[in-house]
């Protein structure tokens, strides 16, 4: 039967897949190479390896078939045609709880199966609810658009007249099927951002950051806080730009500014050259440059706020790209800890005084989050305003890490 054929195929690709590419590309680059593939065989073979990777660190000595109907169970909400046909007494227990499912499938304890999936509880952030990040593994996030100023009813009325499903999260934020496809219905950054909610919600720290601009700009000068900004552009680097999401967000944001993209990639600057004609962004800088071992030399009077949106583990967007989870090796965290706070420290000396420096991460470790937070205070003596993180497994989105620091 050809669901016992998808089932083969996925085994075997996932003992030749090694985890050192997102699998996305590796599972395209397969298919590309193997025509035969109808668009069903492949959703099929696709859903059947990432059942097997959102068991993350679970059940590591299944074999690798009973491991990948394993997922597949504890991912089903309701029944499905692979499930029907490759494992058909568990199909009609799709309704079950998860604790549930865990019950009927293992004998383990169903609380302590569930919470090996992720197994480094004692390295998250304050805050983070284990279990229930745990157990976010086995849904779909959701695809999110954040809607651009006065972009929001056209966005939605061209959504509606295509026929594609949305929830609005906030006036800005509409929540879609992961599988949506948009690009031919509205105009990609141009109208909407493909954003993640806990990304998106990062522009809360950039308008408490606006906020204090305008009230020091006004105790300075005297005049209105609206007035006071708009006299001159705010000079924002964005000095980790990957894919310039967050520069898009603060040119929506504070509207008037002189924006400075940096990158340690080539690449990765044309792309965004691309994307920011698409978003209608024309007069900035940009720069290849690598912080991690360089301190980059402004000249006066330096940036009024530095973005560094650092490179991390990426542990809060595993649910979607649980391969990572899966492959994940904890001396990293340390890694990725050494990093940061090498990027911040050349950073820093770029920032005028009175200045913001914005930090993020994608990471729920603490060694990436909160620790440090407290070498920025403590090391480059910056004071610490705010810092949120952003849990997005409750709202099938990623979780963020923010803090807004100035420059004493």
């Given amino acids: 039967m050809k669901y016992f054929s998808?089932?083969?195929?996925?085994?075997?690709?996932?003992?030749?897949?090694?985890?050192?590419?997102?699998?996305?590309?590796?599972i395209k680059q397969f298919f590309s190479q193997h025509k035969k593939?109808?668009?069903?065989?492949?959703?099929?073979?696709?859903?059947?390896?990432?059942?097997?990777?959102?068991?993350?660190?679970?059940?590591p000595t299944?074999?690798?078939?009973?491991?990948?109907?394993?997922?597949?169970?504890?991912?089903?909400?309701?029944?499905?045609?692979?499930?029907?046909?490759?494992?058909?007494?568990?199909?009609?227990?799709?309704?079950?709880?998860?604790?549930?499912?865990?019950?009927?499938?293992?004998?383990t304890d169903a609380a302590a199966g569930l919470l090996a999936v992720f197994p480094w509880k004692d390295e998250l952030s304050a805050n983070m609810d284990h279990t229930s990040f745990c157990a976010s593994f086995f849904t779909q996030?959701?695809?999110?658009?954040?809607?651009?100023?006065?972009?929001?009813?056209?966005?939605?009325?061209?959504?509606?007249?295509?026929?594609?499903?949305?929830?609005?999260?906030?006036?800005?934020?509409?929540?879609?099927?992961?599988?949506?496809?948009?690009?031919?219905?509205?105009?990609?950054?141009?109208?909407?951002?493909?954003?993640?909610?806990?990304?998106?919600?990062?522009?809360?720290l950039m308008e408490f950051?606006?906020?204090?601009?305008?009230?020091?700009?006004s105790a300075s000068d005297g005049s209105p806080p609206a007035d006071a900004m708009a006299n001159?552009?705010?000079?924002?680097?964005?000095?980790?730009?990957?894919?310039?999401?967050k520069s898009i967000l603060a040119t929506d944001i504070f509207r008037r500014i002189d924006l400075t993209v940096s990158d340690?990639?080539?690449?990765?600057?044309?792309?965004?050259?691309?994307?920011?004609?698409?978003?209608?962004?024309?007069?900035?800088?940009?720069?290849?440059?690598?912080?991690?071992?360089?301190?980059?030399?402004?000249q006066e009077p330096g940036f009024d706020m530095i973005i560094t949106d650092v490179p991390c583990s990426g542990s809060g967007t595993w649910s979607r790209t649980p391969e990572q989870l899966y492959y994940f090796d904890p001396k990293k965290i340390d890694r990725y800890s050494a990093l940061q706070k090498k990027i911040i420290a050349h950073a820093i000396p770029a920032l005028k005084p009175g200045g913001f420096l914005l930090y993020c991460t994608c990471s729920v470790f603490k060694?990436?989050?909160?620790?440090?937070?407290?070498?920025?205070?403590?090391?480059?003596?910056l004071q610490l305003l705010q810092s949120t993180l952003f849990t997005g497994y409750e709202q099938k989105a990623d979780t963020l890490f923010g803090a807004v620091f100035q420059k004493k």
């Fill in 6 to 26: 998808h089932l083969n195929t996925a085994v075997q690709l996932l003992q030749q897949y090694n985890g050192s590419l997102p699998f996305g590309s590796f």
């Fill in 37 to 59: 593939y109808g668009s069903k065989d492949r959703k099929n073979i696709s859903q059947l390896c990432y059942a097997f990777f959102r068991l993350g660190k679970a059940l």
């Fill in 62 to 107: 299944l074999p690798a078939e009973e491991r990948i109907l394993t997922g597949l169970f504890l991912c089903s909400a309701e029944p499905n045609e692979l499930l029907q046909h490759l494992k058909p007494d568990w199909d009609s227990q799709t309704h079950l709880s998860l604790a549930d499912k865990w019950r009927l499938i293992s004998d």
């Fill in 141 to 204: 996030p959701d695809l999110f658009l954040r809607l651009r100023p006065r972009h929001e009813a056209a966005v939605k009325s061209k959504l509606q007249q295509a026929g594609v499903p949305f929830r609005e999260v906030s006036r800005h934020c509409l929540a879609l099927p992961n599988a949506s496809k948009i690009d031919t219905v509205i105009g990609t950054d141009r109208e909407a951002v493909i954003q993640d909610h806990s990304s998106q919600r990062i522009g809360e």
């Fill in 209 to 217: 950051i606006r906020n204090s601009a305008f009230a020091k700009a």
């Fill in 232 to 245: 001159k552009p705010l000079r924002v680097w964005d000095a980790c730009a990957a894919s310039g999401g």
């Fill in 264 to 298: 340690v990639r080539q690449s990765i600057l044309v792309n965004l050259e691309k994307r920011f004609a698409a978003a209608g962004i024309r007069n900035y800088h940009s720069f290849i440059g690598d912080l991690s071992t360089t301190t980059y030399d402004d």
């Fill in 367 to 381: 060694k990436e989050n909160e620790e440090v937070v407290q070498f920025i205070e403590e090391q480059l003596s």
